[in-house]
Every structure is written in structure tokens, then in C-alpha cells.
């Protein structure tokens, strides 16, 4: 069973590397595609209207696509100052705590995103903008960030109870 974790957790580890990557490459887009609209308006161009939805509609999947990542590596938001005051006992019981929850919280997003997703690409539905997308190509970002999180807290939680502190 440790060895199949294990795989699993490579596994995951190399798709949120993917993701993470994805995700920068989204902000380069997005900061290609600001400029080029920029550019295009000091020269008296028209205004581009899809610019500023495209960067919304990214910047939500940049959220998503890098928050495994950071969540993998610890480079989350951590109160350090009060977590390395612990003793090494309290950090383990606090780390199980946090990763226990985080783990719920995640899983619980990931089943009511995965929901919605099939709920609106079922009714079709679509986004009330000028580009009009379907509304489910958006929501998508969420479980999918969701259900990898839940995956890190998962491994978190695990290494937590071997006694390992993050």
C-alpha cells in the first residue's frame, strides 16, 4: 500500500508541476495579450473587448492551476511565527489538524464543483458577457484545483501521522 501512495503521489506531484505551469504560462498570455492591447490603442486602434474578459477568465485558472503546486511545495501562507513556537508534539497535532480539515473542505468542494460543472454543461448554460462562454469551461477550474488540494492535504495528513513535520 506505501508503494502504490507512493506512486500516487508522484503521479500527482508531476500534474501539479503540469498545472503550474499551465498557470504561468496563462500570465504571460495574459501579460501578451495587455500590451498588445495597449499598443494597439496608443496607436489609435479600437479597444479589443474580449482583452479584459480573456484576463478574467485566466486569472481564475491561474488561481486554481497553482494553488496544488504551492500547497505541494509549502509555499502557502503559514503563520511561522506562531507554528515554530510549538514543540515538535503540538506541531504534529496542529499539522494533522490543519491537513484533517483542509483535506474535508477540499474533498466536500471538489464533489459540489464537480456537480455544478455537469449541472451547467447539461442546461447549456452560458455567461452573461460579450464573448458569452459556456459557463461550465469556467467553473471547471474550481474542482480541478479543489480536487488536488484535497490530494496535498491527503499526503500532508499521511506524512503528518509517519511523524514528519512539513
Known amino acids: 500500500m506505501d508503494g502504490f501512495f507512493s506512486s500516487l503521489t508522484k503521479l500527482f506531484s508531476k500534474l501539479n508541476l503540469i498545472c503550474a505551469i499551465l498557470g504561468a504560462a496563462l500570465?504571460?498570455?495574459?501579460?501578451?495579450?495587455?500590451?498588445?492591447?495597449?499598443?494597439?490603442?496608443?496607436l489609435g486602434g479600437a479597444s479589443r473587448l474580449w482583452v479584459i474578459e480573456t484576463s478574467e477568465y485566466a486569472l481564475l485558472y491561474i488561481t486554481f492551476l497553482g494553488a496544488p503546486y504551492l500547497l505541494e511545495k509549502n509555499?502557502?501562507?503559514?503563520?511561522?511565527?506562531?507554528?515554530?513556537?510549538?514543540?515538535?508534539?503540538?506541531?504534529?497535532?496542529?499539522?494533522?489538524?490543519?491537513?484533517?480539515?483542509?483535506?474535508?473542505v477540499c474533498a466536500i468542494l471538489t464533489i459540489v464543483g464537480i456537480i455544478v460543472v455537469a449541472e451547467q454543461f447539461e442546461l447549456g448554460v452560458r455567461e452573461v458577457t460579450v464573448m458569452?462562454?459556456?459557463?461550465?469551461?469556467?467553473t471547471a477550474a474550481f474542482p480541478l484545483g479543489a480536487g488536488l488540494m484535497a490530494f496535498q492535504f491527503l499526503e500532508q495528513f499521511v506524512r503528518t501521522l509517519k511523524g514528519k513535520v512539513l
Open 27 to 42: 500570465l504571460f498570455f495574459i501579460a501578451f495579450i495587455i500590451c498588445f492591447e495597449v499598443t494597439g490603442r496608443a
Open 132 to 138: 458569452r462562454p459556456h459557463s461550465w469551461w469556467l
Open 75 to 104: 509555499m502557502h501562507v503559514v503563520l511561522d511565527l506562531v507554528y515554530d513556537s510549538f514543540k515538535h508534539t503540538w506541531r504534529l497535532v496542529f499539522q494533522a489538524l490543519n491537513s484533517g480539515i483542509g483535506f474535508l
